[in-house]
């Protein structure tokens, strides 16, 4: 297949599993291989239903854990206190006036509107057509803007040069990190690893759009909040039990 | 001193083309599947992936972080799945001095930064 190539082609063909060569005018071949993985759209959006009520306190250190695990963070030797990356955490709130005591986990919540997004100088801070809200750290300079902007403190600046990083998550010195929804597992159709460390009902992942999706059928029937809704960010991640 | 300057310029080309035949280190997959015949599959044109590799990772790159277009073509991942070496049993930093990517990088006074992110060796352990 022989056609000029220019960047909306290139982007249409993805569509189909083929392999062009295209001649650009200085006479370099540009080889293309278009692939059947289609870029995601904003017909879906992940979203995550936690619910305090079936967690127990090890269920919320069993994700911390996975997270921990899966994506490479925590082994941190030189940063102290609050420079430790920390993607997930457990907290304790409390009813000052009920004395209610609740722990929850608190990552990344996936606004709709996202504050990190809108006061990133470079773009880097950005959010996917499905919801996922990540940083590139190809274009993060460390300003830490966002995460002064982020009223859930989801985010963490690394402080120290690191090695033997996990191959699916690229993290390094001077570049702002937070919760990915575990979006390489996401696009292979896998669930993010903190919902799979909770076997019971207790985390629930899936496509809140889907009308057959068991998130969205929970969210339908049950009380649910999002934390914060006086922001109105419209949160991706829901609680229910608080 | 016209005889000097042609014997110089010969030898200057023959060891430009000496270097531009070989890559001293072209890490052990890569070496198996050029023994095999295999590399010009991956690669149709030497010329191309030399000159054009920054252009196709950095399209790739905002592919795969923007778009969750994930596929092996271009994929930082892969260049370092197949152009790393091993010794004594354990992969050797692709960005050590005189592995696959250094080697070139460091004759042309390149300096990059993919590696104080992305991983160095193929996936955890051998
Ligand atoms: S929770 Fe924080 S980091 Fe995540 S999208 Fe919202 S503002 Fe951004
Ligand atoms: S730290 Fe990085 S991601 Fe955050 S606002 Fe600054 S450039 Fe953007």
């Known amino acids: 297949m022989n056609k000029e190539l220019n960047r909306r082609d290139f982007l249409k063909n993805t569509t189909a599993v083929t392999a062009g060569v295209a001649t650009i005018a200085s006479g370099i071949t540009l080889t293309t291989f278009a692939a059947n993985d289609n870029p995601v759209t904003n017909e879906k959006r992940w979203g995550m239903l936690v619910d305090t009520n079936k967690l127990t306190e090890s269920n919320i250190n069993d994700m911390v854990n996975a997270c921990q695990e899966e994506n490479g963070w925590g082994s941190e030797i030189h940063s102290t206190g609050h420079q430790k990356p920390s993607w997930i955490k457990k907290i304790k709130v409390k009813d000052k006036v009920t004395g209610k005591i609740d722990m929850l986990p608190m990552m990344c919540q996936h606004c709709e509107h996202p504050p990190c997004v809108d006061v990133c100088p470079t773009n880097a801070s950005m959010k996917r057509e499905d919801g996922i809200v990540l940083v590139d750290k190809h274009l993060c300079i460390g300003c830490r803007y966002c995460m002064m902007a982020c009223p859930y403190d989801a985010r963490s600046f690394v402080h120290e040069d690191l090695s033997n990083q996990k191959e699916h998550m690229p993290r390094g010195k001077g570049t702002v990190e937070s919760c990915t929804m575990c979006v390489h597992r996401v696009d292979k159709g896998e669930m993010p690893a903190c919902a799979e460390a909770v076997s019971s009902n207790g985390v629930i992942f899936g496509d809140l759009y889907d009308a057959n999706s068991k998130i969205n059928q929970t969210l339908k029937k049950i009380q649910s909040t999002q934390i914060r809704t006086d922001l109105n960010l419209n949160t991706g991640v829901r609680y229910s039990g608080i | ?126």
């Open chain 2, 1 to 126: 001193m016209r005889h000097l300057l042609i014997i110089f310029l010969a030898l200057a080309f023959t060891s430009v083309f000496a270097h531009a035949d070989k890559h001293v280190n072209l890490g052990d997959r890569a070496t198996e599947l050029k023994d095999e015949g295999k590399s010009r599959d991956i690669h149709p044109s030497l010329a191309e992936i030399r000159k054009m590799h920054p252009e196709f990772l950095l399209h790739k790159r905002d592919k795969t972080l923007r778009q969750g277009v994930r596929t092996q073509r271009d994929s930082l991942k892969e260049c370092v799945n197949c152009h790393s070496s091993t010794k004594n049993d354990e992969y050797v930093p692709i960005n050590a001095p005189d592995q696959f990517c250094s080697t070139c990088h460091q004759k042309v006074g390149t300096s990059l930064d993919c590696f104080s992110c992305h991983r160095t060796t193929p996936k955890e352990g051998l």
